[in-house]
């Protein structure tokens, strides 16, 4: 009878702690949330991808050490805190206890190395990070220890950026993992939402994790508490802008990304919607080929390419109304701290007749430059259909190439098989982070001056210094255009009005702490 009677205790507070381990969704209203994507995603790895569309899923199922609040700042997630000793050449991370994967386990520092190694050795940033002579280690349970050769100045923000960065897998996941995007089955995070299925072309969906153990301190863009407040939510594919907003307004989707700007002024106004505008602006840039084909080297052509563009033409067709865009060419807008003119006397020149002599001495002969774009995000085609025929005006032959967004994404890794390719880039925040800096996004920008300037840029944290090679960085991007930078422009999501507490974009949509009226 003792040994029952045992037992039956030893049951009930296990049930007893399972209560309490999903008290923290105990008022969450419920309900499957429908979101209307511009595209089918490509694989949820988000380690091996850049691509928006995965992200937004992912952020929901898999988490990193650090994360953004809503002033662009790193702050823990999965870490406790961190001590950096040795000038910032060793950093000591203490984890979290008590967080768990979506599998039951709990979360130690053979995860985190494991996953480390695996985004180090084949992650999109991970070298940005992880140089030659870099390594991480288990230093206790609750810890883990990173040196560095030299300090790196964005370390922080390298591991709290999850758009091609270091989420945390079970160990048993990670150390298995390649180059290769991981099987579905072990899309396993510590997210507030685990995958549930993928239905191609139909819908991907997301369950409540209700082992989630949320931070205490509250929401602040995406740091602090993450509750989910739906018990799913279904992400379909929906490639036509008019068939997402009419979801929404029919009431057969909650959320629908990427909305015609010319819509903007008219939806602001309509009770059956509420407009997402995003929280800095996006801008758009036409990628150009440094390892292969006719602009690989051929920096006076790219040059004369960026000459003959108009960026108002391509902004006003693709954004509508001027509130929505700003022709401008820093990289980052006025106000930012990383905000600078260097270089931007080549910005918007728009001369048609000396690009087309300047082409002439680059050596060009009327061969097709092939530009990927893709009719998914609308934007991309609207100003790819205007850089077609202003390039023309100067007598350069552009080819565009229309793909959907899943077939560009395969296609742009592939060098022979095209000369540019057309996506857009949020502001991060920090420098190191744009996709054009990292030598293995496609594009690969990689000539030995941008290769000093790298290092010099990430070799130290003092912010003074870094501005200083920010300024030389920017400079040489106009000098070497490895992409082309359209203009700053606000893109808008729509919401259904029965959808309360949406954290306001930063980068991407996300719904932890948001729920059904």
Request: charged residues 20%; neutral net charge.
């Given at each position: 009878?003792?040994?029952?009677?045992?037992?039956?205790?030893?049951?009930l507070?296990?049930?007893a702690?399972?209560?309490?381990l999903?008290?923290?969704?105990?008022?969450?209203?419920?309900?499957?949330?429908?979101?209307a994507a511009v595209?089918e995603?490509?694989?949820?790895?988000?380690?091996?991808?850049?691509?928006?569309?995965?992200?937004v899923?992912?952020?929901?199922?898999?988490?990193?050490?650090?994360?953004i609040?809503?002033?662009?700042?790193?702050?823990?997630?999965?870490a406790?805190?961190?001590?950096?000793?040795?000038?910032?050449?060793t950093?000591?991370?203490t984890?979290r206890?008590?967080?768990?994967?979506?599998?039951?386990?709990?979360?130690?520092?053979?995860?985190v190395?494991?996953?480390?190694?695996?985004?180090?050795?084949?992650?999109?940033r991970?070298k940005?990070?992880?140089?030659?002579?870099?390594?991480?280690?288990?230093?206790?349970?609750?810890?883990?220890?990173?040196?560095?050769?030299?300090?790196?100045g964005?370390?922080?923000?390298?591991?709290?950026h999850?758009?091609?960065?270091?989420?945390?897998?079970p160990?048993?996941?990670?150390?298995?993992?390649?180059?290769?995007p991981i099987?579905?089955?072990?899309?396993?995070?510590?997210g507030?939402?685990m995958?549930?299925?993928?239905?191609p072309?139909?819908?991907?969906?997301?369950?409540?994790?209700?082992?989630y153990?949320?931070?205490?301190?509250?929401?602040?863009?995406?740091?602090?508490?993450?509750?989910?407040g739906?018990?799913?939510i279904?992400?379909?594919p929906?490639?036509?802008?008019?068939?997402?907003?009419s979801?929404?307004?029919?009431?057969?989707?909650?959320?629908?990304?990427?909305?015609s700007?010319?819509?903007?002024?008219?939806?602001?106004?309509?009770?059956?919607?509420?407009?997402?505008k995003?929280?800095?602006?996006?801008?758009?840039?036409?990628f150009?080929?440094?390892?292969?084909?006719?602009?690989k080297?051929n920096?006076?052509?790219?040059?004369?390419?960026?000459?003959?563009f108009?960026?108002?033409?391509?902004?006003?067709?693709?954004f509508?109304?001027?509130?929505?865009?700003n022709?401008?060419?820093s990289?980052?807008?006025k106000?930012?701290?990383?905000?600078?003119?260097?270089?931007?006397?080549?910005?918007?020149e728009?001369?048609?007749?000396?690009a087309?002599a300047?082409?002439?001495?680059?050596g060009?002969?009327?061969?097709?430059?092939?530009?990927?774009?893709?009719?998914?995000?609308?934007?991309?085609?609207?100003q790819?259909t205007?850089?077609v025929?202003?390039?023309a005006?100067?007598?350069?032959?552009?080819?565009?190439?229309?793909v959907?967004?899943?077939?560009?994404?395969?296609m742009?890794?592939?060098?022979?098989?095209?000369?540019?390719?057309?996506?857009?880039?949020?502001?991060?925040?920090d420098?190191?982070?744009?996709?054009?800096?990292?030598a293995?996004?496609?594009?690969?920008?990689?000539?030995?001056?941008?290769?000093?300037?790298?290092k010099q840029?990430?070799?130290?944290?003092?912010?003074?210094?870094?501005k200083?090679?920010?300024?030389k960085?920017?400079?040489?991007?106009?000098?070497?255009?490895?992409?082309?930078k359209?203009?700053?422009?606000?893109?808008?999501?729509?919401?259904?009005?029965?959808v309360?507490n949406?954290?306001?974009?930063?980068?991407?949509?996300v719904?932890?702490?948001?729920s059904?009226?």
């Amino acid at each position: 009878m003792q040994f029952r009677l045992k037992h039956l205790t030893r049951g009930l507070a296990v049930v007893a702690a399972a209560l309490m381990l999903t008290t923290p969704h105990a008022d969450a209203a419920g309900g499957t949330m429908r979101y209307a994507a511009v595209s089918e995603p490509a694989p949820l790895d988000v380690m091996l991808t850049t691509a928006g569309v995965s992200l937004v899923i992912g952020m929901h199922i898999f988490e990193a050490l650090y994360t953004i609040d809503s002033h662009y700042q790193p702050q823990p997630m999965l870490a406790e805190g961190e001590k950096l000793d040795d000038g910032g050449k060793t950093i000591v991370i203490t984890l979290r206890q008590g967080v768990h994967f979506h599998n039951g386990k709990e979360m130690t520092s053979d995860d985190v190395v494991a996953s480390l190694q695996r985004w180090a050795k084949y992650g999109v940033r991970g070298k940005l990070l992880f140089v030659d002579g870099s390594s991480v280690a288990a230093s206790g349970k609750y810890e883990v220890t990173i040196k560095l050769p030299e300090p790196n100045g964005a370390w922080k923000n390298l591991l709290a950026h999850l758009e091609g960065g270091p989420a945390i897998y079970p160990s048993e996941i990670a150390s298995k993992a390649t180059d290769q995007p991981i099987a579905q089955t072990d899309y396993i995070g510590t997210g507030p939402y685990m995958f549930k299925e993928w239905k191609p072309n139909r819908y991907i969906e997301i369950d409540r994790f209700d082992g989630y153990n949320a931070r205490s301190n509250p929401g602040d863009g995406y740091s602090g508490k993450r509750v989910a407040g739906f018990d799913a939510i279904r992400f379909s594919p929906v490639p036509d802008v008019g068939t997402r907003l009419s979801g929404v307004q029919a009431g057969d989707y909650d959320y629908a990304e990427t909305i015609s700007g010319d819509l903007y002024d008219q939806l602001s106004s309509d009770a059956s919607v509420k407009v997402v505008k995003a929280g800095a602006p996006l801008f758009g840039l036409f990628f150009t080929n440094s390892k292969a084909g006719i602009l690989k080297d051929n920096f006076k052509l790219r040059r004369a390419i960026e000459m003959a563009f108009c960026r108002e033409d391509a902004l006003r067709v693709s954004f509508g109304p001027q509130a929505l865009w700003n022709a401008q060419g820093s990289i980052f807008p006025k106000g930012n701290i990383w905000y600078s003119t260097a270089g931007t006397d080549k910005y918007n020149e728009c001369d048609p007749v000396k690009a087309k002599a300047l082409a002439a001495e680059a050596g060009y002969d009327g061969t097709p430059i092939r530009l990927l774009t893709s009719t998914n995000y609308q934007t991309h085609y609207d100003q790819a259909t205007v850089f077609v025929k202003q390039m023309a005006s100067a007598g350069i032959n552009v080819q565009m190439i229309v793909v959907d967004w899943a077939t560009l994404l395969k296609m742009r890794g592939q060098p022979e098989q095209w000369d540019m390719f057309i996506t857009h880039h949020g502001g991060p925040p920090d420098p190191i982070l744009l996709t054009f800096l990292n030598a293995g996004y496609p594009g690969w920008w990689a000539t030995p001056e941008i290769t000093e300037l790298r290092k010099q840029f990430t070799s130290t944290a003092d912010l003074t210094q870094r501005k200083a090679v920010w300024d030389k960085i920017q400079e040489l991007y106009y000098e070497q255009v490895p992409a082309i930078k359209v203009g700053d422009a606000y893109s808008f999501d729509v919401i259904s009005p029965k959808v309360q507490n949406l954290v306001s974009p930063l980068f991407w949509p996300v719904f932890f702490n948001a729920s059904f009226k």
